[in-house]
């Protein structure tokens, strides 16, 4: 009798979470990944910045996962409106959660629900390409630009709206989201941090690529740079330190955009009568280990606001979640008999995409061990309770298509190696399909 698994979630830990699975089950395994979007990949395909291909390419190394006889990928499948926690006990020996964290976290500062005050989640779905997110969501017709938060994903934010729409053609972009990138006004960002350089988040290789910026001009302030002593910083943090204090003695070159990397200074009112205006910023100062403001204000023009302060997880309709931390409640990826976690979901927004990996394989090693002493065969199976609700999967062959007809895409508009399709009708369609997934429960 093979051991049956569903993963919720197609994402690096959900894939990972599979691979675990087929590697120390010892047995026969069968393993389903459940996605509510009809692709694969999670956040290497809508959170990775397009102009990395070389993260990316990691979707081939998920891609062998999903091609594994033992594993299948069932896509527009969500939980909590085509299935429920109790319909997948009754079909599997085990479920794993793995759906990420994907929200932002707020600021809590008066004006943040003006429009033009947007999450980077938001943001990067669109140039991305996520469904959720369609392309006339942003416009771009703000000259000024505050990204608040001094992390990869403000970083990756910047650089996309830095560069120049042809530097951008050759990646997976939407067409749609290119030709609003083509007309964009933008021309003066601000990338802001509560804090000094040494305490941002960015890593070495991302910030350099800032200041690789053929289309624009970057700067730091030396009072915001300090010149204290590096020497007893980590190697990655005084690389840091040292790369924004080399930028303060940068002489403008003139490039149509300008980046202003603002450090010391957090954001207390988003302005604006109807929409976003302005920015209203505290001078700090860390006292005991703690941001401090010290009432010195300043004001900075900007049409939008992007919210990049980290990311958090939501709940999942029928699993236990605690608020405070964000997270499912486990002990080593176990929630409780027969449910578990992986990823952000179960660890919090920290690690890398290859952090998923041994994350995955602990969750999978305790799942592995509560099922040694035993079980009964799960009584259903989810291929009919779905067929009993007019919900037909995408299969991992229909996802191929789609993948094919961006490939297509791409051909005809002379751009790379693919360009993403725009919104669920559109996949769908490329993948023969007349209608989207049947009705709810």
């Avoid at 707020?106 to 943040?112: F, T, Y």
């Avoid at 690389?239 to 940068?250: D, P, T, Y």
Wanted: aromatic share 6%; proline share 6%; net charge negative.
């Amino acid at each position: 009798m093979p051991l049956r698994v569903a993963v919720v979630g197609s994402g690096p830990a959900g894939i990972y979470t599979a691979e675990a699975l087929t590697k120390q089950a010892g047995g026969p395994v069968e393993v389903d990944v459940l996605d509510r979007l009809p692709t694969p990949y999670g956040l290497v395909r809508y959170g990775v910045a397009p102009d990395h291909t070389s993260i990316k390419s990691i979707a081939g190394y998920l891609r062998r996962v999903l091609e594994q006889p033992t594993v299948r990928f069932l896509g527009g499948v969500e939980l909590g409106k085509d299935v429920s926690v109790a319909d997948l006990a009754a079909c599997y020996d085990a479920v794993v959660y793995c759906t990420g964290a994907m929200v932002d976290r707020r600021l809590g500062i008066p004006g943040e629900d003006l429009p033009g005050s947007v999450a980077a989640t938001d943001f990067v779905n669109w140039y991305c390409g996520h469904p959720d997110v369609p392309p006339e969501t942003f416009s771009l017709d703000s000259t000024d630009v505050a990204v608040i938060g001094v992390g990869n994903v403000a970083v990756d934010v910047v650089r996309v709206l830095a560069r120049s729409a042809e530097e951008l053609r050759a990646t997976d972009v939407p067409q749609e989201v290119l030709d609003r990138l083509t007309k964009s006004q933008v021309r003066t960002l601000h990338m802001i941090g509560r804090r000094g350089p040494e305490h941002a988040k960015f890593t070495l290789k991302e910030l350099r690529e800032l200041g690789d910026l053929e289309n624009c001009d970057v700067s730091v302030r030396h009072d915001e740079a300090g010149d204290s002593d590096v020497s007893a910083l980590s190697r990655q943090v005084r690389g840091n330190v040292e790369v924004l204090r080399s930028w303060c003695a940068r002489a403008s070159a003139g490039r149509p955009r300008r980046l202003d990397v603002r450090f010391w200074l957090r954001p207390v009112e988003i302005l604006g009568t109807g929409h976003v205006e302005g920015l209203k910023l505290e001078r700090t100062v860390l006292k005991d280990g703690r941001v401090t403001g010290t009432g010195e204000f300043e004001v900075i023009p900007a049409g939008m606001v992007l919210r990049s302060v980290g990311y958090q997880s939501v709940p999942l309709p029928g699993v236990p979640f605690d608020e405070s931390t964000m997270t499912v409640p486990n002990v080593a990826g176990r929630v409780a008999e027969g449910q578990y976690v992986a990823g952000w979901l179960k660890r919090g927004p920290t690690g890398v995409i290859g952090t998923n990996k041994s994350d995955a394989a602990e969750t999978v090693r305790t799942l592995i061990a509560d099922l040694a002493a035993g079980r009964e065969a799960p009584a259903s199976r989810l291929d009919d309770v779905l067929a009993a609700r007019g919900v037909s999967p995408v299969t991992y062959e229909q996802w191929l298509s789609i993948e094919a007809a961006e490939a297509a895409l791409a051909a005809s508009l002379g751009r790379g190696e693919h360009v993403k399709l725009v919104g669920l009708p559109a996949m769908f369609e490329a993948c023969g399909r007349t209608s989207l997934p049947g009705p709810s429960l």
